[in-house]
């Protein structure tokens, strides 16, 4: 048995396809029942109004093969609408600001423990510290913490933050910082033995951070363990080139830095 198309129109009465063209501003046509030419200047739903040459409006539907484009017969279409533009963010996940120069630094300062914390903390937040114009510098240790503070001399235009590691209830890190009592002074600190433990394990595709047993360097257990380089900087490296937004990072890390931010930007008092 034969099967036979539903179309019984014979093939040569039948319209060979045409281009969809998207009715796209400016774009010239022509109208094939009346013959009017002129460039797009809108498109509704169902219709688009043309201009000519002397400023003359008509509106037509969007009809199949209803217009000509160089010569050539088209079906008009509306344009898809764009997606709406969504805000550029830095890596902090803050609006970025386009062509922003660094602010003049401030006064006031952040003051981290060492470099890898300084370098985690532009590497996330430094387009947002150069707008502020908040300067970030380290102190390898804290144990000098109450003298560096003196020297600093901190005041209302001039106020300190200071980001300490493994800060928890006992320890050496939460007796320094409890004798700094200056009002314009804010040490805060997140629970890990070292600013690498703020960053997310699934991050750096490992399961986990090892449990390296008390007594024995950290970082060196570290490495040793998830079979890194022996030497710290390059396990480093490693680790902070995974770090590509504040996504990459701990909560405990990143609420202490916006604390950190936002005191010392606030306005003097």
């Given at each position: ?5 539903p ?43 043309l ?9 037509f ?35 970025a ?29 430094g ?64 629970p ?15 399961a986990a951070?090892?449990r390296?047993?008390?007594g ?48 010392v ?5």
């Amino acid at each position: 048995m034969r099967s036979y198309s539903p179309d019984l129109t014979p093939p040569w009465k039948r319209s060979a396809p045409v281009p969809e063209v998207p009715a796209e501003p400016d774009l010239v046509l022509e109208e094939v029942a009346t013959g009017f030419c002129g460039a797009v200047i809108r498109c509704e739903a169902g219709t688009v109004t043309l201009e000519d040459r002397f400023g003359k409006h008509r509106v037509f539907p969007l009809e199949p093969r209803g217009f000509l484009l160089e010569g050539k017969v088209v079906t008009l279409v509306r344009p898809s609408a764009p997606a709406p533009a969504r805000p550029a963010r830095t890596a902090s996940g803050s609006v970025a600001v386009p062509g922003a120069r660094a602010r003049v630094a401030r006064a006031g300062r952040i003051y981290v423990e060492g470099r890898h914390d300084a370098e985690l903390v532009e590497r996330v937040w430094g387009d947002d510290l150069r707008i502020e114009g908040v300067v970030v510098e380290y102190l390898e240790g804290i144990d000098d913490l109450p003298s560096i503070v003196a020297e600093f001399a901190p005041g209302p235009d001039a106020r300190l933050g200071v980001l300490v590691d493994h800060l928890v209830a006992g320890s050496k890190e939460s007796r320094i910082a409890a004798s700094v009592t200056n009002p314009h002074v804010l040490v805060v600190g997140h629970p890990y033995i070292d600013v690498w433990e703020a960053v997310k394990p699934s991050s750096l595709g490992i399961a986990a951070w090892p449990r390296i047993p008390h007594g024995q360097d950290w970082k060196t257990g570290v490495c040793r363990a998830l079979g890194w380089p022996s030497g710290t900087g390059a396990a480093w490296q490693h680790i902070l080139s995974h770090v590509r937004s504040y996504k990459d990072l701990e909560p405990a890390l990143l609420g202490r830095v916006e604390e950190l931010i936002d005191f010392v930007t606030a306005p003097g008092v």
